[in-house]
């Protein structure tokens, strides 16, 4: 059974920083993993998407990593904005489970 | 394309009563998911449709909970007897297949009293 894990469950940070944020899990053989971006009572917001033969993806200031072998991914956020400020949450997609499996999230403040 | 819809937004029931909520997704997403998600928690997995046929449904799906794709549009989730412990945001989400990316709706708030 796949289980994510992400931590630190909260971040705080000062407008501007560069800031990493980890998501881990514990089945390899995932077709992909997925970050999302959650506002309080909303649905998510999907961020990027990276194929398990991939190793990053980039989106504006985001960049998102993949290390299949050891269950690891990071998203990277570049000059942190208070606009940024959500809960993230990563999902893997495992190749034997046609559902993703998400992890509790990072929520992140960042202060003006 | 105007995204994955849910209705209602919000739903507040009294304990024992059935409720039901739709999900319309983006057309030509064959894929539909059903999750739901606690205050704190990241989505937990119900049940997924492969068009119209429902493929994988969770243990946290108890015999109270039915969901449905008649025509592989749309889909209802219905929660019969609801308890307290269905309090919840129910998200739904599409793909266009197995290994494309997951669009969520807003999601239906549940409250039960």
């Known amino acids: 059974k796949q289980e994510v894990t992400q931590i630190p469950a909260a971040l705080s940070v000062p407008e501007g920083e560069n800031l990493v944020l980890n998501c881990s899990f514990t089945?390899?053989?995932?077709?992909?993993l997925q970050w999302f971006r959650q506002d309080p009572g909303k649905g998510l917001t999907s961020l990027l998407l990276?194929?398990?033969?991939?190793r990053e993806q980039t989106s504006g200031r985001l960049n998102a990593s993949l290390d299949k072998s050891s269950g690891r991914s990071t998203l990277y956020i570049a000059a942190s904005q208070p606009g940024d400020s959500a809960t993230y949450l990563c999902a893997a997609y495992n190749t034997n489970a046609g559902k993703s499996t998400f992890g509790d999230g990072t929520t992140l403040t960042v202060k003006p | 394309d105007t995204g994955v819809s849910q209705d209602p937004r919000h739903k507040i029931t009294k304990r024992g009563q059935n409720v039901t909520f739709r999900c319309d997704p983006i057309s030509e997403h064959n894929r539909l998911y059903w999750y739901r998600q606690t205050l704190g928690q990241g989505p937990e997995f119900l049940t997924y449709?492969?068009?119209?046929?429902?493929?994988?449904k969770s243990r946290l799906l108890s015999d109270r909970f039915s969901a449905e794709r008649p025509k592989g549009s749309f889909s209802t989730l219905e929660i019969q007897r609801t308890e307290q412990g269905d309090s919840a945001m129910y998200l739904c989400?599409?793909?266009?297949?197995?290994?494309?990316?997951?669009?969520f709706g807003n999601g239906t708030r549940l409250t039960v009293t």
């Open positions: 089945d390899s053989a995932i077709y992909n």
């Open positions: 989400a599409s793909s266009e297949g197995y290994n494309s990316p997951l669009h």
């Open positions: 449709f492969q068009n119209e046929a429902q493929l994988e």
């Open positions: 990276i194929q398990s033969s991939q």
